[in-house]
C-alpha cells in the first residue's frame, strides 16, 4: 500500500448527482462545465478534516455514470479535460489526493465497442470484448444476447478473460494517473476475476508505484480477494453492515463479532471503512434514534482502516435507498453552489466530524489498529485499540439509563463524555451517561 494512504481520509462525491446534472446524457456536441462546482467544496472537505477526494464516475456515459461509454473523455455534463485537469490541480494544490471511479466490469450498451458489435455481428474487431450468445438468424443491426451485470439489460458485462479487454483497463488507469489522478476505485470488483486483476495491476504499478487500488467488494472471502487480485484494499460491507445495524436493532453483540472479522482482516490489508456510500441508506436514515449517530462515528474512527465520509453525512442528510428505477436519488441529492449554501442544522454533526477527525489525525497509527474486546452486552460496548505505545478504549452505551462499564486503565477522556472510577471490586471502570460514549486513554 502507498505510504500517503497512511494519513487519507476521503469525502466521497458522486459528481453527476452533486453538480445537479442532466439524468441522461446531452445531444452530441453539447457540453456544461460544472466540474468547478466540485473545485468550490474543497475547503470544505479540508475543514472536515479530510485530504482526499473520492470521486464517483467522471467518464462519458449514458446515465447515471456506471454505464461508461467512453472511458477516455469526461462526461460532457461536467466539463471536458480541461475542467478535470483544473480539479486535480486544485485539490492538488491543497494536498488532497483524488481516486477516480473505475467501472470495469460493465459498459453501456452505446458504448462504441458494443455498438461495433451490433452492427458488423461476429466479425466485429471487438467482439471478444464480451460475452455474446448469437441467435441463428442473427441480421445486422440486431444486438446479439450478452451477459449483462446483475440483471441490468443496459449494462453489457466485459468478457474478462479477453487480452483486449486486459489492454483496455490497463491503457485507461495509466493514462488517467498520467494526468494526475493518484488511485482507482474499482466498481463491482466483486463480480471480476481477481485473476484480471491480477493481469492489470503490475502494468499500472509499474508505471505508477505510488497509485492506490480499492476494490468494490460485498461479500467474500476479503483477504483472498485483494492477494490474488494485487488490491490495496477492499470496501468492508460486513463492518457497515454490522455498525448500522447492531446499533439500531440494540444488539451490540453484532457489532462486536464484526469487530473481531475485522481484526482478522487487518492482519493481511487495511481496509475502506465507511458509515455511508452512494449504494446505501444514509446512516441519519439507518438509525431510528438520532442520538446514536456519535457512537457509529465513533466506531468508523477508532478501528483500523481507511475511513471515508460519504458526501452530506458529515451535516446528517438523511435519505433512503429504494430498489426501483431513480432510487439512488435521495441518497444522492444535488448541492447547493457552495458551502455557505448548506442549512445550520447540520452544523453539530459537522463539529462531531470534525473531532473525531481531529482525534484519529492525533493518534495516526489508528490506520492499522485491531479492535480488541473489553465488555460486550446488547446495549454496551466496550473496545480497545492499541499501537506505537499507545492504547484507547471505546466505550458506547444505548441504553436509556447511566451505566457503569468495565474499563481497565481507563484515564483521560478524548472524546464524548464518561466518568472514570474504580469499582467495588477495584477494578477500572467509567459510567457513561444514557446514550453516552466516550473515547479514553487506556
Known sequence: MPDWVTDAIW?????????GAEPAALPPGELRHRLPHLQRWLDHLLALGCNGLALGPVFASGTHGYDTVDHFRVDPRLGDDADLDALLAAAHERGVRVLLDGVFNHVGRDHPAFRAVVEQGRDAPTADWFRLHWPPDWTPGTAPGA?????????????????????LVTRVMTH?????????????????????????????????????????????DYPRLVAEG???AVT????????????????????????QRHAGFLRSFVPWTFVGNHDVTRIASQLPDVRHLPHALAVLFTVGGTPAVWSGD???????????????????????????????LGAPTFALHRELVGLRRRHRWLHTAAPGQVHVANEQLVYAVAGDGQRLLVALNLADAAVRV????????????????????????????AHGWAVLTG
Open 11 to 19: 469525502w466521497q462525491v458522486h459528481p453527476l448527482s452533486f453538480t
Open 147 to 167: 451477459d449483462v451485470f446483475e440483471g441490468h439489460d443496459l449494462l453489457v458485462e466485459l468478457d474478462h478473460s479477453s487480452p483486449a479487454v486486459v489492454d
Open 176 to 220: 488517467w494517473l498520467d494526468r494526475g489522478a493518484d488511485g482507482w476505485r474499482l466498481d463491482a470488483a466483486y463480480a471480476v476475476p481477481p485473476s484480471f486483476w491480477a493481469r492489470v495491476l503490475p502494468a499500472v504499478r509499474a508505471r505508477h508505484p505510488q497509485a492506490y487500488v480499492v476494490g468494490e467488494v460485498i461479500h467474500g
Open 230 to 232: 494485487g488490491l490495496d
Open 236 to 259: 468492508q460491507y460486513e463492518l457497515w453492515q454490522a455498525v448500522w445495524h447492531g446499533i439500531a436493532e440494540r444488539n451490540l453483540f453484532e457489532l462486536a463479532w464484526s469487530l
Open 314 to 344: 458529515e451535516h446528517a442528510f438523511r435519505g433512503v435507498k429504494e430498489h426501483r428505477a431513480g432510487g439512488d436519488d435521495a441518497v444522492r441529492p444535488p448541492f447547493p453552489a457552495d458551502p455557505s449554501g448548506l442549512s445550520p
Open 406 to 433: 468495565p474499563a481497565p486503565g481507563a484515564g483521560a477522556v478524548l472524546a464524548g463524555a464518561a466518568t472514570v472510577g474504580r469499582g467495588r471490586d477495584g477494578r477500572g471502570g467509567v459510567e457513561l451517561p
